[in-house]
Structure formats: C-alpha cells, structure tokens
DNA sequence: GTCTATATTCGGATAGAC
DNA sequence: GTCTATCCGAATATAGAC
C-alpha cells in the first residue's frame, strides 16, 4: 500500500496538467509548506490536520482532497525534501579537483541537514511510526545516491566498505551538527579535514595492496 | 522542572531504603522493562500509559505512584539506557594498546545502538517533542564522555577538533549501522579501520606542526 | 473541492474512596 | 499504593449535502 494521493483528474493528455490540475498541485505544495513551518514548531509527529487545515483557511476534512492520510503527507513533505536535497547538488557549480568537490559535497549535506532540524529527521532518521516512504518519494533519494557514487568514483572511491564508510562519516557530521550545534557550523568545518584523511586511508591501503602485489611477483620470479 | 518523581517515604537514613522503598524500586524496575518492550513494538512516541498498566496488571492510573508523568517515563528509560552503556563500558577489561581499546569502544558503541534501535533512538536522537533529560538521568552521560576522554587521552588524541571529529564518526557508524543493517555488523566491521585512519590523521598533523616550529626555529637560528 | 456534522477511538491526567 | 470513575481534550477519518 503507498501513501501517495492520485488526485481524480480526466484530462485528454496524461502528462500535462490542465487549469485544475496546475491550481490543485499549486495548492498542494502551498499545503505541504505549511506543514513544514507547522512541524518545525510543534515537531514532525505533532502536526495536526486540524491546525494544518486552519493555516490554508480550510477545514480539516477538505485536507483529504490532498492527500489520502497523514503518512501521504508525510510521504509528499520527504519527497520534496528529498528533491531540495537533489537540486542543490545538483545547482552548484561541480569544482575541477574531485576532492575539492568531495569536500563541498560533503560541506553542502551537513549544512542542508543542520538548516532544519525536522527535515534531516524525516529524511535521514526514522522516527514517524509506521511511515515509509513509498517508490516515487524514494525516486530522488535514488538518483541523488548515484550523483554520490559518481563523485566518489571520481575521487577513485570505490574500494569495498569505502562507499559504507563515507555514507557514516557525513551522516556522523550531520548528526552531530544538528543535534549539537543546530545552524552553526562547529562539525561543518571538520568537512575538509575529514575528506583528507579518508582520501588518504583510501591511498594507503591502495599502495599496500599494491605493494603486496609486487612483493608476491617478485617472488614468483 | 524535572520529570523525575521522588517517592514519598520517611525512612531514617535517607541513603539506604526500608523493605518498603526497596518493593517501590522494584516494581518501577519491572515497569520500565516493560515500557522498552512496549517501545519495541509501537515505536517510542507510541507507547500508551493504559497498555503500560496491563502489562504489570495495573490500573492506569497507578503508573503516577511510580512517574509524575508520561516524559517522567521516558526521563528514567533515559536514564536506565545512559546506565546500561556505562556498564558495558567498565565491564569489559582495558586492552593493554591505546589504540586497540579505541577500536574494542567503537565496536562496543555501535553494536550496543543496532541490539536495540529504540534506546539509540531515545539516547542520541532527539524525538520524543518536550522531553529533555533531566540532570540526574544526565549524570551517567557524563561519566561516559568522562571515560571516553579518558581513552582518548590516552591514544594521545586532544587536539582541537579531534572528540567532536571522533564522536561524529562514531556516532555516523552507530547511525548507518542502525538505519541500514540493525542487527548485523556491516558498519561494526569498519570500526578498526576507521580508528586507523583517524590515528593515522592526527600523527600526521601533529608532524606537520612540528616539522612547522622546526622549520621556524631553524629560520631563527 | 469544500463544507458541516459526526463517528470513533484514544490519549494523559485528576478526584477521591479504600 | 491501588482502585473506580471520570474529565477533558485531541486525534484521524468518514458520510453526505452543496
């Protein structure tokens, strides 16, 4: 079962959306903005319909014209953060050395994270009982995990563990940054120092393996 | 204000407890078993004072003999958790090699968050909206960054950076290895790894510091 | 799509007797 | 300390008219 919300709509061509369509979607994200602020006040479980509702100048019920539950609210606000995430790699302007963009990268997410705290909880941490995110909210996530990959690739990252391990050092900034220094930039500024030394444990355990390569031909020979 | 609920009794030494005060502790022991198991099973924000009482063949009511209320709940499962790390920390025997009981600490640390995901989730992630700890369930914590300084001091780590560095890539393991494999050990693997490599960061800058005042002094002189 | 009205359930917390 | 009884509020969700 997904949480997703098919509005009913008969228009000739599926893809684009006419006058109606574009008003209920404009609506809807105007909704899920709402929903954002409401969450930021009274945290991401205590969003109420209710209030939600009177914030559109709604009533409570009418919300169901927009989404089929609550998860499906849910569902719709970690699809867009998920998207926020994307598009702002994706807009900055990708740095020559791949280590210096690696460092970026890396900067950019534990800054994303640490700019809202209810946003990194629903997208990174599992906190909302029952809520998972369907396929189409999970489609950005995905793509964004492959930008990652290729970056990583770039760096000559792709040694077995390394992606593991880089996934645990940023999440490990983040989640330090929002949890102990919401909107600063105390773990931020590790980024840098971070990447280096990973760069570096990937180097050395890719000279020694090499190492034990030529040590074992020269044996042979 | 604090959510810890002191029991009325008037016992002579205010240390030690009468058969009375000790049946009180008991009886709260077994109730906040219970709520972990509860937690377990409907997530930590979802834990309902009613289904608590069952358990222990209360009425709902009579939980409030024992927390002032619900966050008072969650201030002693706080602090029963903080305390179980603690233990498992004193009780494993210190490894002779600095750097060797780093690695055993990081295991232990990430392995004790993915056996059970609610206490880490509770212990290190900020969810349940309005509970802060209190100072007492606090006090366990403490000790526990006490002693980690400690081990750290001892490898020789202290610089500045160096804890937020090694508790954000601790914390990341813990967070990974919960999020994408509770239970098994995909992340616990990389610990020693990754201790490596971070030792490895700060000889190499604590060289470069000091080639640097070579280089000075020999400028001088 | 939006409304009113309501169903339904459940939550934490309190009063006061025993 | 434990109980019964109850309060009070809040929540999501549905039915059906317009």
């Not at 900067?107 to 990194?120: A, G, K, M, Q």
């Not at 793509?143 to 593991?164: Q, S, Y």
Request: aromatic share 6%; no cysteine; hydrophobic share 40%.
């Amino acid at each position: 079962m997904t949480h997703r919300f098919i509005p009913p709509h008969d228009e000739d061509a599926p893809g684009s959306l006419d006058r109606r369509g574009r008003r209920h979607l404009a609506k809807r994200s105007r909704i899920i903005e709402n929903a954002w602020a409401l969450a930021r006040r009274d945290g991401l479980a205590g969003i109420s319909l209710r209030d939600l509702a009177d914030s559109v100048d709604l009533r409570q019920p009418s919300l169901y014209a927009y989404f089929e539950s609550k998860l499906g609210l849910y569902d719709a606000m970690f699809e867009e953060g998920q998207r926020q995430l994307l598009a702002r790699s994706l807009a900055r302007e990708r740095l020559p050395d791949p280590r210096d963009e690696l460092v970026a990268i890396v900067e950019d997410l534990v800054r994303f994270s640490s700019e809202d705290t209810v946003r990194h909880q629903l997208l990174f941490q599992r906190t909302i009982p029952g809520f998972e995110p369907s396929e189409v909210a999970m489609e950005p996530a995905r793509e964004f995990v492959d930008l990652m990959t290729e970056r990583l690739r770039a760096a000559r990252i792709d040694g077995p563990g390394d992606v593991d391990l880089f996934s645990a050092i940023v999440s490990g900034l983040a989640h330090q940054q929002v949890a102990n220094d919401p909107g600063g930039d105390r773990w931020v500024r590790l980024a840098r120092r971070v990447v280096e030394a990973f760069v570096a444990d990937v180097d050395r355990r890719a000279d020694r393996s090499s190492k034990q390569r030529t040590t074992r031909r020269s044996l042979k020979t």
